[in-house]
């Protein structure tokens, strides 16, 4: 039966990447594309990747949703039609998928538990000894935070690299002759994103039920955020998810509500606060590690016993991950709604 | 040794690292330009301290988080990646003593934090990926590097709008390169069950001839092919170089391609190991055409540019041809060559940028059009961008000349006619590189100024860093002691480890 | 023989129809959307990878004779999917901008354009 269904979803998957290929309507493809990715988590949950199932469902099927739908606000949904020769790249990614395909041949059959990567002492290690050294339920919050724990600081600034991107990018002044406006606006940067009252902006007062729905619906949003925060050590979770999580709420609160009420609850400047001080918290908790005498974000020296030691680091590293995570999405939107603003503004 | 320096591994990433958003919180020009340069010259005296205690006693690893490799992730400081790493702060430094006048021309002054920042996290990417010795933890830096890269380019839209075009076609392009990297890595996890590069490098002998093996070499060649713009792969390049602004321009020609060079360069040598890749596998008879292509094309190509800059670029994708090539020579000459090329050229180059982004600061542009009877007008640059010419096409008693020395040394070791061929082909690419160079020296000196064109030198602040790079060129060309001394203690280290 | 590697397959289908999407296509979202199914193949490659057969997610219950799924795997590709969301918004970001400079976003006429300036 397992078989089956996973069979079934694979073959939807192709369908539906097929499906993004084919549509011209941008709007249609970026719902299809949501809908890979959402089945894609499903594929994640059969294959027992919990967390990375829960990931996908958040960004894939969500933020990234939002964040093509947001940029096809301000572009337009059309595609033209194509001139370009498609001949060459249907043969250089032939080209590439036959070399692929030529490399399944030999690699070890799925589910085998004696392929390389099963019986590895890595793997070994992180099942039979990390119950013990790190004493978290959830290996992949053990392995992720501690062991690999550098590669989650990374990650955690590639996340506060693209907050800051898309802030640089999107804050510049629109038209070409940039350098002239630019110059007059550069004492008070953000101005026209911050506190100007413009009731234009409210988004639909009118529509009772969303905004009904959605006060009963925000506290539960962030509960239900600060639960994946902290709960990640047990279950499937974690910084990650939650920043997701809790950015969507205050998404969903802008979108019911308008940007001006949002940003007057987290103002940018508060929000790019936010972004510096996650990155500074989970190095902060490398440094002071390295301060007691330790390597870089060797939990094991934070308190007199490993394990508890162990505990403090993975939460605090989870606390920065969620709260860069948080600011970088609220950023990143502030950018998008922020720009399609300033055009509404000039007419455009 | 003191503790401090048990720490420079990770102190020499760390550092610009989290500086980065302690940078983005800060308005104005001035703060953010001092801690980034502040930063960046730690960060570079940490790498010659890391460089000069492995030459002498062999490599340190650095175990992050106090996990013992494999299970956690390691960074190995040996002779090569310290090399790399101390080329990549050292042009740093250089670029940001010069960064201040020269940005607020480009990007207002209230964006610098964030300027500094995403300058910061891309030095901090590339030091990340030179030093790590987990294969997964390259592609996380990498990305690092990438990302803060595209928007470092694109910060040139307020000069030309094509900057934007430029940086999202370097995204598509970078991206791609960094997802065939990935699953490069992926195949080689899956057969071996470990990411640490020298884990796997152990294991290699006995699953080298698997198809997946091969495929995984494949896949990571043509990714690091990409991001290190090797021909064909190079059409992001001359677009990115010549839109972004000048000091990004300056920095990235010294290091971001030279990053994908050491990268292939460590995998070929550490990990495949040179009797697989060139014994096995064809990659000589793969990467010596490109190469030579490379050079000879793209040195044609950058005499027919009406932009400076641009063709500065095409010299630089024809630059990475040679690096290429004593790569291929799968010789102990050839790969000393291309690793003195990586120091040689950076410095060369980058200095050479310097010196145009001073003729932009004065006159606004870096056409050649406008830039006609620029040797009047700015006599003091025009002559550093002169003998930095003079530097790249390889006269004697400059670096260019010394890396080319070598990699002629080592096409004719072969022996054969091939090796001949090879050296014809690197002289008349070099009599190319004569070509473009005189064209600006004509046009610069011999050539009235346009009407009403801006005179005037660059502030002494522009003019002193590209001196100290234009001496460096020729200090570098006449005491080479030290370059080829740290190239060669490198390449010995490198076909040493493969035995 | 089949479904050993069935995974494996689906796997590079996507894959191909990703980089067939982004290299094929001159609307500057259509390649962003090709860039994404492109990075989520790679996804699905190395949670494939981690699965053993009969095994349950890798979170340690208190019962004798569990077998646990590869947990590494999972890990690298949550920090993937994270790289891949910045990437999206930085290219998405950079569309924005181009559609305001050039008042387009279909590729062809923005290199008429360019050539044209």
């Not at chain 1, 506060?160 to 991107?165: D, L, R």
């Not at chain 2, 290699?204 to 495929?215: E, K, V, Y």
């Not at chain 2, 000879?296 to 400076?308: C, E, Y």
């Not at chain 2, 095409?314 to 041809?321: E, N, T």
Request: with cysteine; net charge negative.
């Amino acid at each position: 039966m397992e078989e089956f269904t996973s069979v079934f979803l694979m073959l939807l998957l192709v369908a539906g990447a097929l499906a993004v290929l084919h549509v011209r309507n941008l709007f249609v493809a970026t719902m299809l594309l949501s809908a890979v990715s959402f089945i894609m988590a499903l594929i994640f949950v059969m294959l027992d990747a919990v967390d990375v199932a829960f990931t996908e469902a958040a960004v894939g099927a969500g933020i990234s949703t939002v964040l093509y739908l947001g940029t096809l606000a301000l572009v337009g949904p059309h595609e033209k039609s194509s001139t370009k020769k498609t001949a060459l790249p249907l043969l250089l990614s032939l080209a590439v998928g036959g070399v692929l395909i030529y490399a399944t041949f030999e690699l070890p059959t799925v589910g085998s538990p004696d392929t390389p990567v099963q019986t590895s002492r890595l793997t070994d290690r992180f099942l039979n000894e990390s119950p013990k050294e790190i004493a978290v339920p959830n290996i992949v919050t053990a392995v992720l935070a501690s062991y690999r724990g550098f590669d989650t600081f990374g990650e955690t600034t590639v996340i506060f690299t693209a907050g800051i991107a898309v802030l640089l990018i999107l804050s510049q002044v629109r038209g070409r002759r940039e350098e002239d406006v630019a110059i007059e606006e550069s004492t008070t940067p953000q101005s026209d994103l911050t506190a100007e009252e413009d009731t234009s902006l409210q988004a639909s007062p009118h529509d009772l039920v969303p905004h009904v729905v959605s006060k009963l619906l925000i506290p539960f949003v962030l509960l239900f955020g600060f639960y994946v925060q902290f709960h990640g050590d047990f279950g499937p979770g974690g910084g990650f998810q939650a920043g997701v999580i809790f950015a969507a709420g205050f998404i969903l609160y802008s979108l019911v509500f308008g940007l001006e009420y949002t940003k007057k609850l987290l103002p940018l400047r508060l929000v790019e606060f936010f972004l510096a001080f996650g990155v500074l918290l989970y190095g902060g908790v490398g440094v002071v590690s390295m301060l007691k005498g330790g390597n870089f974000l060797d939990y094991n020296l934070l308190l007199a016993s490993p394990v508890a030691g162990q505990h403090l680091g993975i939460l605090l590293v989870e606390l920065g991950v969620g709260i860069t995570v948080t600011a970088a999405m609220l950023a990143i939107f502030y950018g998008f709604a922020g720009r399609s603003e300033t055009n509404n503004k000039s007419g455009a | 040794m003191s503790s401090l320096f048990t720490q420079a591994p990770i102190l020499a990433i760390i550092l610009p690292l989290l500086s980065a958003p302690i940078c983005a919180l800060f308005r104005g020009a001035t703060f953010p330009w001092a801690l980034t340069t502040i930063v960046s010259a730690l960060s570079f005296s940490f790498s010659l301290d890391l460089l000069f205690h492995v030459a002498e006693y062999g490599a340190i690893s650095y175990e992050i988080g106090g996990w013992a490799p494999p299970w956690g992730i390691e960074y190995i400081a040996d002779p090569l990646s310290a090399f790399v790493m101390m080329v990549i702060s050292g042009i740093s430094t250089g670029v940001l003593l010069y960064a201040r006048e020269s940005i607020l021309k480009e990007v207002p002054a209230s964006r610098l934090g964030f300027f500094f920042a995403a300058y910061l996290l891309a030095l901090a990417g590339m030091m990340g990926i030179t030093i790590t010795g987990d294969a997964f933890n390259i592609f996380v830096f990498l990305e690092i590097t990438s990302l803060s890269s595209y928007v470092l380019i694109s910060m040139g839209a307020g000069t030309d709008r094509r900057a934007l075009t430029a940086a999202f076609q370097y995204l598509i392009v970078g991206t791609i390169g960094a997802t065939f990297i990935l699953i490069g890595v992926g195949l080689l996890y899956v057969m071996t069950g470990t990411l640490n590069i020298a884990d796997i490098a152990s294991q290699f002998d006995t699953i080298a001839d698997t198809r997946p093996i091969r495929a995984a070499v494949g896949f990571l060649m043509v990714g690091f092919a990409i991001k290190l713009a090797m021909f064909p792969f190079h059409i992001w390049l001359p677009n990115a170089y010549t839109y972004a602004p000048n000091i990004v321009t300056a920095f990235f020609a010294g290091t971001a391609t030279k990053v994908s060079v050491y990268l292939m360069i460590r995998f070929i040598y550490s990990m495949f190991g040179a009797d697989f890749s060139f014994g096995e596998l064809p990659l000589t008879t793969i990467l010596m055409p490109l190469a030579v292509v490379a050079f000879l094309s793209m040195s044609v190509v950058a005499i027919f540019q009406d932009n400076l800059k641009r063709l500065l670029a095409f010299s630089s994708v024809a630059q990475l041809g040679y690096m290429i090539l004593g790569i291929a020579l799968a010789s102990e000459t050839g790969l000393t060559a291309s690793i003195l090329h990586i120091f040689n050229h950076a410095i060369v180059k980058t200095g050479l940028f310097l010196t145009v982004g001073a003729m932009f600061y004065v006159t606004g542009s870096t056409y050649l059009k406008d830039l006609a009877g620029i040797g009047q007008r700015m006599p003091i640059t025009t002559f550093g961008f002169v003998l930095g010419g003079l530097a790249l096409i390889g006269v004697p008693l400059t670096p260019g000349f010394i890396s080319k020395w070598y990699l002629v040394q080592g096409v004719l070791e072969r022996g054969d006619a091939i090796g001949y061929g090879l050296a014809i082909a690197m002289l008349i690419s070099s009599l190319f590189a004569v070509i473009y160079i005189w064209r600006i020296v004509e046009l610069a000196y011999f050539k009235p100024s346009p009407e009403g064109a801006p005179t005037g030198e660059a502030p002494l602040t522009l003019i002193i860093p590209c001196w100290i790079f234009i001496f460096g060129s020729f200090y570098f060309g006449i005491e080479t002691s030290m370059s080829v001394g740290f190239a060669e203690t490198a390449a010995k280290f490198l076909m040493g480890a493969v035995k | 023989m089949f479904f050993d590697h069935f995974y494996y397959w689906i796997t590079v289908i996507l894959f191909v129809i990703g980089l067939y999407t982004v290299m094929s296509r001159s609307n500057l979202i259509k390649k962003m959307i090709g860039l994404s199914l492109f990075q989520i193949s790679v996804f699905l490659f190395y949670i494939t990878m981690g699965k053993i057969e009969g095994g349950t997610a890798p979170i340690i219950i208190d019962q004798p004779d569990v077998v646990y799924s590869n947990p590494l795997p999972h890990v690298l590709i949550l920090t993937a999917i994270v790289v891949g969301v910045a990437t999206t918004a930085l290219g998405l970001a950079l569309v924005v901008r181009i559609k305001e400079a050039f008042d387009t976003i279909d590729e062809e006429e923005i290199l008429q354009m360019e050539e044209t300036k």
